[in-house]
């Protein structure tokens, strides 16, 4: 399960228990069937969600600056675990429990741990860079990351808005009597 799906089933339920609470109790029978509708219909919403990110994202590789942008945030975590592999290699050899080459003294050691630990700081700096370019990118091709935009809900004329918000308080309303 995705973490949208998770997230609009959680909310769809949370929802039907406050209405509980809000009511002390006394439609706790029907909010319980309330809140597996909900958490139906919200995980519903969710897989609607994720389909439409991952349409969204085919659509974005389909550019060349977004797709470069990916290739090198892949590239750049990848050099990075090596990094961290050689920072372990190097450890285990200063501690002893992996055996060193002859060359390979305390100084050497130590000089090429601080080099990869250096390598792994630069590393890190850059990935976030590329990460951060990557979600502007991101933005800029796919026209924001609002709510509305994220669940799909901004293909919707402000009429089906209107009354989408309308069902839902009149859904809480009913819920209240």
Not at 158 to 170: C, E, F, Q, R, S
């Amino acid at each position: 399960m995705s973490w949208w799906k998770a997230v609009c089933s959680v909310c769809g339920a949370v929802a039907c228990g406050v209405a509980c609470v809000a009511t002390g109790g006394l439609a706790a029978p029907a909010i319980l069937g309330y809140s597996a509708i909900a958490g139906g219909l919200g995980f519903f919403v969710g897989d609607k969600a994720d389909k439409e990110q991952a349409e969204k994202e085919k659509m974005l590789l389909q550019d060349q600056r977004y797709k470069d942008t990916k290739d090198a945030e892949n590239k750049q975590a990848n050099e990075n675990n090596q990094n961290k592999n050689l920072v372990e290699e190097i450890a285990g050899k200063l501690n002893g429990s992996i055996p060193r080459k002859p060359h390979e003294t305390d100084d050497y050691l130590k000089e090429q741990l601080v080099i990869a630990q250096n390598n792994i700081k630069r590393g890190e700096e850059r990935l976030n860079r590329l990460r951060k370019d990557a979600d502007n990118l991101r933005k800029e091709l796919t026209g924001g990351n609002s709510l509305l935009s994220l669940l799909g809900l901004n293909k919707l004329s402000l009429t089906d808005k209107v009354m989408l918000v309308g069902g839902i308080v009149v859904v809480i309303w009913l819920l209240k009597k």
